[in-house]
């Protein structure tokens, strides 16, 4: 402010001055006046430009002028560039933001007053079947035509959420799937939508049910049966003959359900123990002696005329892993092709080292073969082709999920194959990094 006053007096002033040399004394007044005058026109000048400039969003502003105008446009350029540099920094977290919302796992929409589609991820996109920016400002409601899901939008009771199928994803994976929706409001009857594919869990919880009813069969069937036993021996005069018997059977089912509890205890190992060794190698000529002690010895039990058992070892090799894993799932698969080979069957074990490095072993039958559409559920807990066999063998429905868990614990592949009228073979392919042979273990100097 004291420059402007300044400059103002300095322009009245050179104005009278330059009237009093002009007149010779007789025009100070009004030279000074047209001085000011021009003072006056030349600072509205400046001003309009400066408007004109912030009239065309600051383009051009002028740098380093002279004045309070000069002065007031670096002021302004100075607060425009501070705000410039929060707005890129505002976008920049923004479109982190986005970016995180993009890669969240679950389904983000963001609805307007109306129920139109403002924005939102791909996830979401995806599992309702919609077009992330085709659709926007559509009516959600108009795209996913599901009754459940509509009526839950309309109702404005979003305490819960709604579960719908999920016709999209059922296109996308070949299978049903199920979502979970749930909406949020905020910014007055603005919406959040999250999605959430649950199909998996809903597959798990349908696993837990089956697991639960198999073993509450399981040990039903064998309780049932010692039940009545024991009751027959209290209730009835037997001689030695029959109480020894019925105690037989009693013994029989009795084993049954510990075999059973101790393959749940098994299952409950893998599952939640630590992961086998790399460094810890494993004979697998060992191995298989004790597979075949146990198969021959399980063969004379169920069998009068046992097995053509036979044992092969094509490379001396070691396996990396946890001893007792190894010898239950090789000894699992042995005992398996015992179990459902009829008596003077074949049962032919081989080891061998396969031309990429890794190791395969296998167990071939000749027992009654598996039908395809089978195959792809042998794993499964407590599947059986044929069930009543399988009790009739002491069978508990859990070996192979042991094996396909322990194969899975070593990085090795379970395969399975099988004709109707032919046999079976089943095969643990191991893969090199845990397979060396005898002959390159090198002893210490």
């Not at 890129?88 to 977290?93: H, K």
């Not at 179990?339 to 074949?346: K, L, V």
Request: overall charge neutral; hydrophobic content about 45%; some cysteine.
């Amino acid at each position: 402010m004291p420059f402007r006053i300044a400059t103002f007096l300095i322009a009245s002033l050179a104005g009278g001055g330059c009237a009093l040399l002009i007149s010779s004394g007789r025009a100070f007044w009004p030279g000074a006046w047209l001085g000011a005058a021009l003072w006056m026109v030349v600072d509205a000048w400046r001003a309009q430009r400066l408007l004109d400039v912030l009239r065309n969003d600051a383009v051009g502003l002028p740098e380093h002028g002279s004045g309070v105008w000069g002065d007031m446009a670096e002021r302004i350029r100075k607060l425009l560039r501070a705000r410039e540099k929060q707005t890129r920094e505002a976008e920049s977290r923004l479109q982190e933001f986005l970016a995180a919302i993009q890669a969240s796992p679950n389904g983000v929409i963001l609805l307007d007053e109306l129920g139109r589609i403002e924005w939102c991820n791909q996830t979401a996109a995806s599992q309702l079947g919609i077009d992330a920016e085709r659709d926007l400002m559509q009516y959600l409601a108009n795209l996913v035509r599901d009754p459940a899901f509509v009526t839950y939008l309309a109702s404005g009771n979003y305490s819960r959420d709604v579960v719908i199928d999920a016709l999209a994803l059922k296109q996308t994976h070949g299978r049903p799937a199920r979502l979970s929706v749930q909406a949020h409001p905020y910014a007055g009857d603005r919406r959040m939508l999250l999605t959430r594919d649950i199909t998996a869990l809903e597959q798990a919880e349908a696993m837990r049910r089956d697991f639960v009813a198999n073993v509450s069969h399981e040990i039903r069937t064998p309780l049932t049966v010692l039940a009545g036993f024991v009751e027959t021996l209290q209730s009835l005069p037997l001689d030695a003959q029959e109480r020894s018997r019925y105690l037989a059977l009693m013994s029989q089912q009795a084993q049954r359900m510990e075999t059973l509890v101790n393959d749940l205890l098994a299952l409950s190992r893998l599952e939640g123990g630590a992961a086998p060794p790399v460094n810890r190698w494993i004979s697998v000529r060992a191995l298989l002696a004790q597979c075949e002690n146990e198969g021959r010895g399980l063969s004379r039990r169920l069998f009068d005329q046992g097995h053509k058992l036979s044992f092969s070892i094509e490379a001396d090799c070691e396996i990396a892993g946890a001893a007792t894993e190894l010898q239950s799932a090789m000894s699992n698969l042995v005992s398996n092709a015992v179990r459902y080979t009829s008596g003077g069957g074949e049962v032919v074990v081989t080891w061998r080292l396969l031309p990429d490095g890794r190791g395969e072993y296998s167990v071939r039958d000749s027992g009654p073969g598996i039908a395809a559409e089978h195959i792809p559920r042998l794993t499964e807990r407590f599947y059986r082709v044929d069930r009543s066999r399988s009790r009739e063998t002491g069978g508990t429905g859990l070996g192979l999920a042991i094996v396909k868990h322990i194969a899975q614990r070593h990085g090795a592949e379970l395969r399975i194959e099988s004709v109707v009228g032919k046999g079976s073979r089943f095969a643990l392919v191991f893969p090199a990094s845990r397979v060396r042979m005898v002959a390159e273990v090198t002893e210490p100097a």
